[in-house]
């Protein structure tokens, strides 16, 4: 008896959650259907679902247009490459906050967290002059910078959550038995705060791909990401859909199949330690 | 336990993340605040002289400079809201035994990984256009007029696509923290006969509170500086033009890097004003 | 397809002694309209024959204005080449951003530019940038949908003929709807024809001593007329539609009549797109009678920064593109209908151009529009459907925005007008007129 309630419940509560979860993936879904229609099809009344003829004919246009694996191995190396400075900044920093807390560390992981809140078009004059300055306009090494600044406060904060969950005994066992500062961080610390730091990782990354101001406004034809691959899509001359959908398709693709590859860890990670 | 060598250490190793965070923010920021006092027009020769607070003066009195606050805290306030209820019924239901749960985890949090530019090229192209969006067709299907979204409901239609972009993370956190539930205490609380929404009142919603906060405080920070979404959409148009825009319009439409200085600096003072604001009600939860 | 191999490899066999010993890559910013993608689609037509490699910087056009304005008034030095408008040139030219192209070869045969585009790309007499195609505006209509209303279209109308035939070409029921005209905000988009259109009013944007004429009735008279036209005749949401939308919307048949760039003729002609390319017929934009017509004028061309570090490939660039050769490649790849149009008389003069059917009514619209001289009553500006001062466009774009709202239903004409002049006053006078 029991046991059919619940089998009961269980299927409402699947029922419903995947009505929920496919609404929630919908756009997404059209998106890429509509990226192996032709551009008839695409604005076709009433709009075809499934039973069309499936082309890749967008997707040769765009690959034509413009050197995808360029954009994407730009994509690859900025975000990956910031997310990683940005931690290598943020682990001794966050270590130190959450062990050798003062009376001050919650104002500086404040003030380190307001300083997200700058407004990115009121500075891009003057970013963009101190570039010209260090001649690292269109350079990824220029994008790495500023894209680790600006999520370096959440990389710290959410290192800082993970660290503090992490009980002190064990780090004083460690002084205890003779590890230096250097030790105790590489060898008992970052081995227990791994998971963290893999999140951490992973939402920086996510975070950085996706960033759309500085990416396009600091770059030209060499370090260009996949957002300005998709700043050549948006309305131009005709029908487009099919071909905007091809193109978004190409600049979500990698993104999405590295989020759900690493969906559990992300999940099990992004705690930021104090949730609990 | 922190000895005197520990804690120079710790300074130590906080050094190279604060000193790029303070030149980050300083040497922008004291940039912006030189212009703000300068006439600065790059179209019309650069730099022409101090003009005291005049940029200032002219940023709040032109008439863009309330409605742009106000639609600013809108969206912020309006998306919050969307996210942060829809996001615990989606964790509560999430974490109820199903079939298939991973994948639909899966489905849920995948906008988090669209591009907020591809995200609103395909909402408004795709979905909100009034002729060939998919929503019009919908419409038209039950027999109504297609609702003609960006124009007749911009903010709404703003707010909905941030939302949908954010709904996944404000989930996500809040699932972890409704797994950790003491299941106990809720079927104790099941026991004594508690109702539904007394169990939810009493027991989830106070356990949820601080990843709440969290969703809040991370929320506030990105949906501030919110720009593509409104770049790509309606330019600033229909009442949907935030501060952020605003000071675009300044700086690179009218070239008026002094005017759109000054509002940079009433950006920063506006985001400083939400930021007390939420660590009154919320940095509480933080401490403990 | 073959036929562009052939072209290259005959390139190939007569650039192999011809090019020069230093290969440059230059940096070429772009916007995404279909004649630019063609270009880019050609470069190795360049490569071949000169040497010199192109990296593509394609963008939206939004996007591509802010960057290249960003770009040239830091002096960042991003682009070699820029891709910029009528608008920007003689304010950058001004300003000694721009390397002059006065110097152009003699095979260039600068003096087969057309007049006008030459003009409106020049500043104190030198030009500074290179039209690759050149556009007007022009009503493009439906001539089954007219002959269905029962009217026949004059090559010269009247406002007053155009909203009559709009209202009765109107039939919503099956999406049909008599005129689309352009009502998303921005200085380039409502703003380019509204502007144009009011000239025809016989209104203006300035007094000769700068002062905003948004208060005069003229302005009134041209914002009733157009937003009661648009909400009778005009199609769902025309308050975010563009060139782009419209041009979408013609294409699927959706539209009796649309007044926009003559540029488009092409598209909504070209049957792969066009379910209407065959009932497409076109005339000059209206008038009111008083001696103005609402048409513009505009080039998207070519200049080069100053200080750029490939000044001599960019400019071999230029001449490759805006070229008489250049045009006959594309119309040997993609035929005569498809050339870069508006920027050069002898494209006119061609035989093989003179059966293309909105040929004649190109160059009788780009020949009629007249930007030193732009409005019925006196101007102390340059430009038809703006004005070249540098704050324009700033200014524009929040007019526009007014006027969208209006045409949204969210303000009335009056409140809209109000606005403008209110925030138009404000801008000039923190420009310091």
Known sequence: MARAVTNQRKTINTILAW?????????????????FKTEAQAISDPPVFLFFDWTLENYAVVQERSNYMRFLWNSVLIAGGSTLLGVIIAVPAAWSMAFVPSKRTKDILLWMLSTKMLPAVGVLYPIYLIFIKFGILDSRIGLIIVLMLINLPIIIWMLYTYFKEIPGEILEAARMDGATLKEEILYVLTPMAIPGIASTILLNFILAWNEAFWTLNLTAAKAAPLTAFIASYSSPEGLFYAKLSAASTMAIAPILILGWFSQKQLVRGLTFGAVK | ????????AARLMMAPAVILLLGWMLVPLSMTVLFSFKKYLPMRGGDLGWVGFDNY??????????????????????????????????????????????????????????????????WKNMFMDPVNGLLAHVWKFFGAAPVEWLSQASMQSIILIVSWQWLPFATLILLTAVQSLDSEQLEAAEMDGAPVFKRF???????????????????????????AEIFVTTQGSFGTKTLTYLIFQRVLESQNVGLGSAGGVYAIILANIVAIFLMRIVGKNLDA | MKSSIRVLMGACAVSAIASSAFADTITIATVNNGDMIRMQGLTEDFTAKTGHEVEWVTLEENVLRQRVTTDISTKGGAFDVMTIGMYETPIWGKNGWLVSLDDLPAEYNADDILPAMRGGLSYDGTMYAAPFYGESSMIMYRTDLMEKAGLEMPDAPTWEFVADAARKMTDKENEVYGICLRGKAGWGENMAFLTATSNAFGARWFDENWKPQFDSPQWKETLTFYLDLMNEAGPPGASTNGFNENLSLFQQGKCGMWIDATVAASFVTNPDDSTVADKVGFALAPDTGLGKRGNWLWAWALAI??????????????????????????????????????????????????????????????????????????????????????????????????????????????????????????AMEAAGY
Do not use: C
């Open chain 1, 19 to 35: 009505a929920v979860g496919l609404l929630i993936f919908f756009p997404i879904l059209w998106t890429i259907l509509t990226s």
């Open chain 2, 57 to 122: 003066v002219r940023f709040v009195s032109s008439s863009a400079f309330w409605p742009s606050v106000q639609a600013t805290l809108l969206i912020v306030g309006g998306v919050l809201l969307i996210t942060v209820v829809l996001g615990v019924v989606l964790a509560l239901l999430l974490d109820q035994p199903m079939w298939g749960q991973g994948i639909v985890r899966i489905l849920v949090i995948a906008p988090f990984f669209v591009m907020p530019t591809v995200s609103a090229l395909v």
């Open chain 2, 1 to 8: 336990m922190a000895t005197q060598h520990s804690r120079s």
């Open chain 3, 305 to 426: 920064p100053a200080g750029t570090q490939n000044e001599a490939a960019a400019k071999e660039f230029i001449q490759w593109a805006t070229s008489t050769d250049y045009i006959e490649l594309v119309a040997e790849n993609e035929g005569w209908a498809n050339v870069p149009p508006g920027a050069r008389i002898s494209l006119y003069e061609n035989e093989n151009y003179k059966d293309i059917p909105f040929a004649k009514m190109t160059l009788e619209s780009i020949l009629s529009a007249d930007p030193n001289n732009p409005t019925v009553d006196p101007v102390p500006y340059v430009g038809v459907q703006f004005a070249a001062i540098p704050e324009f466009a700033g200014i524009a774009t929040e007019v526009g925005q007014e006027f969208s709202a209006a045409l949204a239903g969210q303000q009335t004409a009056e409140e809209a007008l109000a606005k403008a002049q209110a925030l138009t006053s404000d």
């Open chain 2, 201 to 227: 009142w009493y027991i989830i919603l106070p356990h949820l509170a601080r990843a709440i906060t969290v969703v809040v405080l991370i929320q506030t920070i990105f949906l501030l500086s919110i720009f």
